[in-house]
């Protein structure tokens, strides 16, 4: 009757100090990096690819990652609005994918100088917006990727 005793002490002990299991939640940085896409959102031939590396730059970064696809007809103007949104909320990093989406940030960019901007395949018209070429994948992975470690960084 000892030994059980003994054996259920034992066993209480080791159950109330074995260390807590890693969280379940991931821990993010007060920041995010937001995707600006055509009305298919992030299953668009044009947002898909960066859609990935922003979630696989998420991973490593830390950097919490969205998306607001533009709803409505697709024209500068009503992209320039969604633009704004997104530079009006907690995004650090917008990137914009599709046609109206890149003419919106690039009319829009000079209004929202302390927000960084990429257009993936347009132009960078402001000091604050840096085009990439949408053509090679790994190329576009990997500048996206230090984009939203930068924006961790910086965060940080």
């Known amino acids: 009757m000892a030994a059980l005793g003994l054996l259920l002490v034992a066993a209480t002990a080791v159950w109330m100090l074995w260390p807590d299991p890693e969280p379940r939640q991931r821990e993010y940085l007060n920041v995010t990096a937001c995707l600006l896409t055509d009305r298919s959102g992030i299953s668009g031939d044009s947002a898909k690819p960066v ?20 709803n409505g007809p697709q024209t ?12 009006g909320s907690q995004c650090g990093l917008v990137i914009a994918a599709g046609p109206a989406q890149i003419d919106a940030v690039v009319a829009a960019a000079p209004s929202f100088p302390q927000v960084r901007f990429i257009t993936v395949g ?32 910086a965060a940080s």
């Open 122 to 153: 347009g132009s960078a018209a402001a000091a604050n917006v840096t085009a990439i070429d949408a053509k090679d994948a790994g190329a576009l992975r990997n500048i996206l990727k230090q984009e939203v470690i930068a924006l961790a960084d």
């Open 51 to 70: 859609w990935a590396a922003m979630q696989e730059a998420s991973v490593s970064s830390r950097v919490k990652v969205q998306y607001l696809a533009v």
């Open 76 to 87: 500068v103007d009503n992209a320039r609005s969604h633009v704004a949104s997104l530079a």
